[in-house]
């Protein structure tokens, strides 16, 4: 379990990593966190010969309001967000998913542009944020460009990134009005991947109808997707429970999960109706102002 | 010291080895380093199946920092067949078995080569250059495409996949069914799993002139010791075993193939080499417990009095012959659990498949014989409309009958099975909760108890009874030794005939020789790891089969009790006193106050162990006559009443252990509808280990073992695809439970002890792993009353559950 022979380089600003990644082309890989490159590497299923850690590069650290949107450095990690009081009053769909990532010690070293960038089917930050008004920023030598998670996400462990391009932030608008939302995640055990996960972002008019809401689903397809036709049924609607038992069964057939040791087809197509029903629950209680913990199914 | 005169056993005195443990101060073959050493790693079988067309070392030989290179062709040339031991008692046809496959590979992960550089990343790099080609087969991984007419052949020699069929019958099982007022069936399984020891395996080969030195994480060091003496014909062998990252049966068997792999390639070489397992490869190749599917019936009267079982069991044993028949055979130990029914027949299969050999895990075909018991309980009562608890009492053994004999010759010193039934019923609050369950609600709450038997102390001749003509006698009963020896400045230390795997044996055994020798525990160490030419080992040195607490106990006793005998005498002597006079306290011998009114008048009162030391080991003009110098003894230990049944009879009873302790489980358990999880909300134990010589170590123990075996009830598991790709190579794939999975455990302790052992005690190595399958599997099934559906197998994962929420809706 030793990763084949690397090199090892640490630029210091944005402009330095990207002028490495130019210089070192195809056979470089950015370090970020680590927690999924490395053990790809222990296990000899990717042989970067270079490595680019930029860990180093301060700008890239951290969250931060700006206006109505979060921004998150390519190197806020898990825990900064599970932390994070702001992401808890006004985002708890992202807390459920950073509480729900991993376990202790890789949240405190795994990034959400990390996770973006590898683009695991079953991971819980590209599910949870396409339930969000999420954009991509990423440099390359051209200069940056900023890009919607859906079109940034293309396939299972591909996304829009270029060879010598670097993510270097991810920004979530704040949703405003009566607004909530949660992420569920139903995996075998405490710290593993997702069987299947669901993000719900409900946003309540005047009279408690869903004025507008936004479902995701994880690990139930080669990538995660927006639950297009249970949103139809529910927007306008005032939520009642045969609305979400219709929703549910939309959501099942929307799924287009495959076969592992997670699951079979038919158990995980029924997984993603439960959850995006208990989300949007949760939800839902969030818009009303109740106070609601993070579901541990 | 009698059993009422004990200050330290008994007590939960703190851990000798804790400290460097959580200080990281642990000693493990990995952490020792020898000049010149060099690091090895193993090529392995990327395919279940396959033909071995050719393998060189080819190009790995002259890459960079590589030193050796051993292939196939060398293991045939060089090293000899290991004999197929005790495991593979059933084997009808020799079959060589080398370190690594020769001519064919029957499992994924099987070693194949192993490469030796001066570091571990070379050795790893130039592992992707030997040249091996293969021509793949089909892969079998089902016992029923195993035993199909037209499947490929695992073993051309055996001329079937099929490896071994054979029965043990006990008592009149016809007449029992003829008698029967019902036959309740049900078809039974449990599935592939393993403790996963933190640690894997680790072999260090020093070769020096005298002789060769393995460094070796095993927990039976005979099996390691005799394949490298027989495999590489030489005699010179010592075998060392420092702290052990746990065991659980892993350490066994298996890893003598890398200590053979490792002692030829540090003979080749001539330097020392080291060879440490990555998770992936034990994941793979170390061995895992026995998938088993069982045919049950049950002939029953309609009071639910349990006439007899008739059980056809299959085996899936895997990709090796060497272990052939071990999951079999182990059933014997507790082949009627607790339970006095008299009529039995056990029919074995054991079948071949592309699959990793099986290997004994704690309890070893006990945790099957329970779960076929209990399942069967469940089942009558439920075909009877009878209460489960009741059931289960009307079949118990009962007060009256210990000693008790069952059918198949075990000799049942003592217990309590309806006392224990009692206090966990009281404990999980059984009544409140099927009163509760009786008013109906919507959560889908489930309660199970069972009862379990934990045998202990193994009888070396036990196969013999299914084996009679087995060509060696693999030994008879146990024997074990122990030193115990007062050094010249007065402290004490003992060196024990078995290795441990972190089980606190150097922390108990002290206590023993604490109260023996009147020291307390701080003084008294252990000597450090196992060492072959220096413990004082016989056919019971085995970190398995629950063998310490009645053979490594009984030693350490024994020989604590000549050394007190000699500090007796001695101190007698320079004391001008009686021994009859004389006690020992806090490390000093005085007179009993009371036996020696004056004794002030006399000299000196008392005379401490270090001045004992001084004259003991360096002064031979103040030795009595007749006394043989040093405060040092050794002692081997057998049981006491090991005959009658230490030998097979013809009817083939046996006594296959000697002591057996019990325990009751109860689960309480929700399943969630909407996903099929089951969440444990109270786990309790009621547990007779005989007399505890520290109940925090045999809590730790039962806390160790029912975490383990409510994981693997709830999911934990290796899983094959169909072309035998394990599917599981990691902890996270493979799912073991976290702690926010494991549940709570509450125990009890009820105690019988034993009469047959040194102070009492029971076993309690493998405890909890034995009746916990049993009992989630139970509680589950309650749980799912409203579905009517039957628990019948193994793992219950929440896709499982959900499943039998689903079909009999
Ligand atoms: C035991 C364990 C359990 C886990 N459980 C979960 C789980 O439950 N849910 C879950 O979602 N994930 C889980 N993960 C994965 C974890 O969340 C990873 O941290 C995350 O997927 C990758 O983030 P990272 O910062 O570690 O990226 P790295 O491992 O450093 O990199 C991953 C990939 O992204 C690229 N990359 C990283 N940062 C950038 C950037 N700024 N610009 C361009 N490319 C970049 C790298 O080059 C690499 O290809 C688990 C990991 C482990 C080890």
Same mark, same amino acid.
């Given at each position: 379990?030793?990763?084949?022979?690397?090199?090892?380089?640490?630029?210091?600003?944005?402009?330095?990593?990207?002028?490495?990644?130019?210089?070192?082309?195809?056979?470089?890989?950015?370090?970020?966190?680590?927690?999924?490159?490395?053990?790809?590497?222990?296990?000899?299923?990717?042989?970067?010969?270079?490595?680019?850690?930029?860990?180093?590069?301060?700008?890239?650290?951290?969250?931060?309001?700006?206006?109505?949107?979060?921004?998150?450095?390519?190197?806020?990690?898990?825990?900064?967000?599970?932390?994070?009081?702001?992401?808890?009053?006004?985002?708890?769909?992202?807390?459920?998913?950073?509480?729900?990532?991993?376990?202790?010690?890789?949240?405190?070293?795994?990034?959400?542009?990390?996770?973006?960038?590898?683009?695991?089917?079953?991971?819980?930050?590209?599910?949870?944020?396409?339930?969000?008004?999420?954009?991509?920023?990423?440099?390359?030598?051209?200069?940056?460009?900023?890009?919607?998670?859906?079109?940034?996400?293309?396939?299972?462990?591909?996304?829009?990134?270029?060879?010598?391009?670097?993510?270097?932030?991810?920004?979530?608008?704040?949703?405003?009005?009566?607004?909530?939302?949660?992420?569920?995640?139903?995996?075998?055990?405490?710290?593993?991947?997702?069987?299947?996960?669901?993000?719900?972002?409900?946003?309540?008019?005047?009279?408690?109808?869903?004025?507008?809401?936004?479902?995701?689903?994880?690990?139930?397809?080669?990538?995660?997707?927006?639950?297009?036709?249970?949103?139809?049924?529910?927007?306008?609607?005032?939520?009642?429970?045969?609305?979400?038992?219709?929703?549910?069964?939309?959501?099942?057939?929307?799924?287009?999960?495959?076969?592992?040791?997670?699951?079979?087809?038919?158990?995980?197509?029924?997984?993603?109706?439960?959850?995006?029903?208990?989300?949007?629950?949760?939800?839902?209680?969030?818009?009303?102002?109740?106070?609601?913990?993070?579901?541990?199914? | 010291?009698?059993?009422?005169?004990?200050?330290?056993?008994?007590?939960?005195?703190?851990?000798?080895?804790?400290?460097?443990?959580?200080?990281?101060?642990?000693?493990?073959?990995?952490?020792?380093?020898?000049?010149?050493? &060099?690091?090895?790693?193993? /090529?392995?079988?990327?395919? @279940?199946?396959?033909?071995? *067309? +050719?393998?060189?070392?080819?190009? #790995? %030989?002259?890459?960079?920092?590589?030193?050796?290179?051993?292939?196939?062709?060398?293991?045939?040339?060089?090293?000899?067949?290991?004999?197929?031991?005790?495991?593979?008692?059933?084997?009808?046809?020799?079959?060589?078995?080398?370190?690594?496959?020769?001519?064919?590979?029957?499992?994924?992960?099987?070693?194949?080569?192993?490469?030796?550089?001066?570091?571990?990343?070379?050795?790893?790099?130039?592992?992707?250059?030997?040249?091996?080609?293969?021509?793949?087969?089909?892969?079998?991984?089902?016992?029923?495409?195993?035993?199909?007419?037209?499947?490929? &052949?695992?073993?051309?020699? /055996?001329?079937?996949?099929? @490896?071994?069929?054979?029965? *043990? +019958?006990?008592?009149?099982?016809? #007449? %029992?069914?003829?008698?029967?007022?019902?036959?309740?069936?049900?078809?039974?399984?449990?599935?592939?799993?393993?403790?996963?020891?933190?640690?894997?395996?680790?072999?260090?080969?020093?070769?020096?002139?005298?002789?060769?030195?393995?460094?070796?994480?095993?927990?039976?060091?005979?099996?390691?010791?005799?394949?490298?003496?027989?495999?590489?014909?030489?005699?010179?062998?010592?075998?060392?075993?420092?702290?052990?990252?746990?065991?659980?049966?892993?350490?066994?068997?298996?890893?003598?193939?890398?200590?053979?792999?490792?002692?030829?390639?540090?003979?080749?070489?001539?330097?020392?080499?080291?060879?440490?397992?990555?998770?992936?490869?034990?994941?793979?190749?170390?061995?895992?417990?026995?998938?088993?599917?069982?045919?049950?019936?049950?002939?029953?009267?309609?009071?639910?009095?349990?006439?007899?079982?008739?059980?056809?069991?299959?085996?899936?044993?895997?990709?090796?012959?060497?272990?052939?028949?071990?999951?079999?055979?182990?059933?014997?130990?507790?082949?009627?659990?607790?339970?006095?029914?008299?009529?039995?027949?056990?029919?074995?299969?054991?079948?071949?498949?592309?699959?990793?050999?099986?290997?004994?895990?704690?309890?070893?075909?006990?945790?099957?014989?329970?779960?076929?018991?209990?399942?069967?309980?469940?089942?009558?009562?439920?075909?009877?409309?009878?209460?489960?608890?009741?059931?289960?009492?009307?079949?118990?053994?009962?007060?009256?009958?210990?000693?008790?004999?069952?059918?198949?010759?075990?000799?049942?010193?003592?217990?309590?099975?309806?006392?224990?039934?009692?206090?966990?019923?009281?404990?999980?609050?059984?009544?409140?909760?099927?009163?509760?369950?009786?008013?109906?609600?919507?959560?889908?709450?489930?309660?199970?108890?069972?009862?379990?038997?934990?045998?202990?102390?193994?009888?070396?001749?036990?196969?013999?009874?299914?084996?009679?003509?087995?060509?060696?006698?693999?030994?008879?009963?146990?024997?074990?030794?122990?030193?115990?020896?007062?050094?010249?400045?007065?402290?004490?230390?003992?060196?024990?005939?078995?290795?441990?795997?972190?089980?606190?044996?150097?922390?108990?055994?002290?206590?023993?020789?604490?109260?023996?020798?009147?020291?307390?525990?701080?003084?008294?160490?252990?000597?450090?790891?196992?060492?072959?030419?220096?413990?004082?080992?016989?056919?019971?040195?085995?970190?398995?089969?629950?063998?310490?607490?009645?053979?490594?106990?009984?030693?350490?006793?024994?020989?604590?009790?000549?050394?007190?005998?000699?500090?007796?005498?001695?101190?007698?002597?320079?004391?001008?006193?009686?021994?009859?006079?004389?006690?020992?306290?806090?490390?000093?011998?005085?007179?009993?106050?009371?036996?020696?009114?004056?004794?002030?008048?006399?000299?000196?009162?008392?005379?401490?162990?270090?001045?004992?030391?001084?004259?003991?080991?360096?002064?031979?003009?103040?030795?009595?006559?007749?006394?043989?110098?040093?405060?040092?003894?050794?002692?081997?230990?057998?049981?006491?009443?090991?005959?009658?049944?230490?030998?097979?009879?013809?009817?083939?009873?046996?006594?296959?252990?000697?002591?057996?302790?019990?325990?009751?489980?109860?689960?309480?358990?929700?399943?969630?509808?909407?996903?099929?999880?089951?969440?444990?909300?109270?786990?309790?134990?009621?547990?007779?280990?005989?007399?505890?010589?520290?109940?925090?170590?045999?809590?730790?123990?039962?806390?160790?073992?029912?975490?383990?075996?409510?994981?693997?009830?709830?999911?934990?598991?290796?899983?094959?695809?169909?072309?035998?790709?394990?599917?599981?190579?990691?902890?996270?794939?493979?799912?073991?439970?976290?702690?926010?999975?494991?549940?709570?455990?509450?125990?009890?302790?009820?105690?019988?002890?034993?009469?047959?052992?040194?102070?009492?005690?029971?076993?309690?190595?493998?405890?909890?792993?034995?009746?916990?399958?049993?009992?989630?599997?139970?509680?589950?099934?309650?749980?799912?009353?409203?579905?009517?559906?039957?628990?019948?197998?193994?793992?219950?994962?929440?896709?499982?559950?959900?499943?039998?929420?689903?079909?009999?809706?």
């Amino acid at each position: 379990m030793f990763p084949a022979d690397f090199d090892y380089v640490v630029p210091r600003s944005v402009d330095e990593a990207v002028a490495m990644l130019v210089h070192y082309g195809d056979d470089a890989k950015v370090l970020a966190g680590g927690q999924s490159l490395i053990p790809m590497m222990k296990l000899r299923i990717a042989s970067p010969r270079v490595l680019i850690d930029v860990n180093g590069i301060a700008e890239l650290a951290g969250l931060r309001r700006d206006g109505d949107r979060l921004v998150l450095g390519a190197l806020c990690r898990h825990a900064d967000v599970a932390a994070s009081p702001l992401v808890r009053e006004h985002l708890p769909l992202m807390h459920d998913a950073a509480q729900l990532t991993a376990d202790v010690q890789v949240r405190n070293r795994g990034t959400v542009a990390g996770s973006l960038a590898h683009a695991d089917p079953a991971g819980d930050w590209p599910a949870a944020l396409l339930a969000l008004d999420t954009h991509v920023t990423v440099a390359g030598p051209d200069g940056t460009r900023t890009v919607p998670l859906a079109a940034f996400l293309v396939d299972a462990y591909t996304t829009q990134l270029g060879a010598n391009e670097l993510i270097t932030q991810v920004a979530v608008g704040i949703p405003p009005g009566r607004t909530g939302g949660a992420y569920a995640k139903f995996e075998r055990r405490a710290g593993d991947f997702a069987v299947a996960s669901a993000g719900v972002q409900v946003t309540l008019d005047e009279a408690g109808r869903c004025a507008a809401v936004a479902i995701s689903c994880g690990a139930v397809a080669p990538s995660p997707f927006r639950a297009r036709a249970a949103e139809a049924m529910l927007a306008g609607q005032a939520l009642s429970e045969d609305l979400l038992a219709q929703a549910e069964h939309a959501v099942r057939d929307e799924a287009s999960p495959f076969a592992d040791t997670r699951g079979s087809v038919e158990y995980k197509r029924h997984l993603a109706g439960v959850l995006v029903r208990r989300a949007c629950v949760a939800a839902l209680a969030r818009a009303r102002g109740e106070r609601v913990d993070t579901l541990h199914l | 010291m009698t059993r009422s005169d004990s200050r330290y056993v008994g007590a939960s005195v703190r851990s000798k080895e804790a400290p460097r443990h959580v200080t990281g101060r642990g000693r493990f073959v990995d952490d020792l380093v020898l000049p010149r050493m &060099l690091h090895a790693f193993v /090529l392995r079988s990327p395919y @279940a199946h396959a033909r071995i *067309v +050719s393998a060189n070392a080819g190009r #790995a %030989a002259h890459a960079t920092g590589v030193y050796g290179v051993i292939t196939p062709d060398d293991v045939v040339r060089l090293t000899t067949p290991f004999k197929p031991g005790r495991y593979a008692a059933g084997l009808r046809v020799p079959v060589p078995e080398y370190a690594t496959a020769v001519g064919k590979v029957r499992y994924v992960g099987e070693p194949v080569a192993m490469v030796a550089a001066s570091s571990r990343p070379e050795a790893e790099d130039a592992l992707e250059l030997i040249d091996v080609e293969y021509e793949p087969l089909p892969a079998i991984v089902t016992t029923e495409a195993a035993a199909a007419p037209d499947a490929t &052949l695992i073993y051309d020699e /055996l001329g079937t996949n099929v @490896a071994w069929q054979g029965h *043990v +019958s006990f008592g009149d099982v016809d #007449a %029992a069914f003829a008698r029967a007022d019902r036959v309740v069936s049900a078809n039974l399984g449990i599935h592939r799993y393993s403790s996963t020891p933190l640690e894997p395996f680790a072999c260090l080969v020093d070769p020096t002139p005298e002789r060769l030195t393995l460094y070796c994480n095993c927990q039976n060091p005979e099996v390691v010791y005799e394949a490298i003496t027989e495999a590489l014909g030489i005699d010179g062998v010592r075998v060392a075993v420092p702290d052990v990252g746990g065991g659980f049966g892993q350490k066994i068997h298996l890893i003598r193939k890398y200590a053979v792999l490792t002692a030829l390639m540090a003979v080749q070489t001539g330097r020392p080499v080291k060879w440490i397992e990555d998770r992936s490869e034990h994941m793979m190749a170390a061995g895992h417990s026995c998938d088993q599917e069982f045919d049950v019936e049950a002939a029953v009267r309609n009071d639910g009095e349990v006439l007899g079982l008739r059980i056809a069991d299959t085996d899936d044993v895997g990709g090796s012959v060497s272990t052939l028949t071990i999951h079999f055979t182990n059933k014997l130990n507790n082949l009627f659990n607790t339970y006095r029914v008299q009529n039995l027949r056990l029919e074995g299969r054991s079948v071949l498949t592309n699959k990793c050999p099986v290997v004994p895990n704690r309890g070893i075909g006990k945790p099957g014989m329970c779960f076929i018991w209990e399942r069967m309980m469940d089942a009558v009562a439920q075909e009877l409309g009878l209460d489960p608890i009741a059931v289960r009492r009307r079949n118990l053994v009962t007060q009256d009958q210990f000693p008790y004999t069952t059918p198949n010759g075990n000799i049942i010193g003592s217990g309590d099975y309806q006392g224990l039934l009692d206090r966990a019923l009281k404990n999980i609050g059984y009544e409140d909760i099927r009163a509760q369950q009786k008013t109906g609600n919507d959560r889908l709450i489930g309660i199970g108890v069972v009862i379990g038997l934990e045998p202990g102390g193994r009888n070396a001749a036990r196969d013999m009874a299914i084996f009679p003509k087995s060509k060696q006698m693999p030994g008879a009963g146990g024997v074990e030794g122990a030193t115990v020896k007062i050094e010249k400045n007065g402290s004490v230390v003992f060196t024990l005939g078995a290795p441990s795997c972190g089980q606190s044996h150097e922390t108990t055994a002290a206590q023993i020789v604490a109260d023996v020798l009147g020291i307390p525990p701080d003084r008294i160490s252990a000597s450090g790891g196992w060492d072959s030419s220096l413990s004082p080992w016989g056919v019971s040195c085995a970190n398995s089969g629950n063998n310490f607490h009645l053979y490594d106990i009984g030693a350490v006793h024994g020989a604590a009790m000549r050394v007190r005998e000699k500090v007796l005498t001695l101190a007698a002597h320079l004391l001008k006193v009686d021994r009859s006079a004389l006690d020992l306290r806090d490390g000093i011998v005085g007179r009993v106050p009371s036996a020696a009114p004056n004794s002030s008048a006399d000299g000196p009162a008392t005379i401490t162990f270090a001045e004992l030391g001084k004259i003991a080991y360096a002064n031979q003009a103040l030795l009595p006559e007749g006394f043989e110098g040093g405060l040092e003894a050794t002692y081997y230990h057998s049981h006491p009443h090991a005959d009658p049944g230490m030998l097979p009879d013809e009817t083939g009873r046996v006594r296959a252990q000697y002591t057996f302790g019990s325990a009751a489980h109860a689960a309480l358990v929700e399943v969630d509808p909407g996903t099929g999880r089951v969440k444990v909300l109270r786990y309790v134990i009621v547990s007779d280990n005989g007399t505890m010589i520290n109940p925090s170590v045999v809590d730790g123990q039962i806390y160790g073992s029912a975490a383990h075996g409510i994981s693997v009830a709830l999911g934990e598991g290796f899983v094959y695809g169909d072309d035998g790709q394990l599917l599981t190579l990691t902890l996270l794939d493979y799912g073991k439970s976290t702690t926010l999975e494991t549940p709570r455990i509450e125990i009890e302790h009820h105690p019988v002890p034993d009469p047959y052992t040194t102070l009492g005690q029971k076993a309690a190595g493998e405890g909890a792993a034995i009746p916990s399958p049993a009992a989630i599997a139970s509680a589950v099934e309650n749980a799912l009353s409203p579905f009517g559906a039957r628990v019948r197998r193994l793992p219950l994962t929440p896709e499982r559950v959900w499943n039998l929420m689903h079909v009999s809706r």
